[in-house]
């Protein structure tokens, strides 16, 4: 086999797994290509680069749905960079299993409480609406 041969199959077998492009996912998951390469800027995606284009695995596919969720329940770029790496490393580390665990139960707390408190706030704006609605009904308003 010619050197240039082997050197195709190589490039080939280091893209294998590769298979998404920066518009893909961008597409997929209804985000920017900024926010794409904001997460790669911040070292939370890793895609290969072949020229200018970014290819993008199966692996950094599930990670940005990672992230978005982490973001759509309101952990933090750090907490969710905390969560990645646990993630990376799911096949040892008990010790940051746990904190990863921890982490996603506090953050499970934190948003039933602001379930709570939104609940709480509803019932107290569908109270005063009735009462002004009552008031109008009844022609007790200034007008």
Do not use: W
């Amino acid at each position: 086999m010619s050197s240039s041969m082997r050197e195709m199959t190589q490039d080939a077998q280091n893209l294998a797994g590769y298979v998404y492009t920066i518009g893909d996912l961008a597409d997929f998951f209804g985000i920017t290509h900024r926010a794409l390469r904001f997460y790669e800027d911040k070292g939370m995606l890793k895609p290969k680069r072949v020229g200018q284009k970014r290819l993008y695995s199966k692996k950094d596919r599930t990670k940005l749905r990672l992230i978005l969720n982490g973001k759509q329940i309101g952990m933090t770029i750090r907490e969710i960079q905390d969560f990645l790496e646990s993630y990376e490393l799911r096949d040892g580390n008990e010790r940051q299993m746990r904190e990863a665990l921890n982490k996603i139960r506090s953050q499970r707390l934190l948003l039933k409480q602001r379930r709570e408190s939104i609940e709480m706030s509803l019932a107290e704006l569908e109270r005063v609406e009735q009462i002004i609605a009552g008031m109008v009904d009844a022609g007790l308003t200034d007008d």
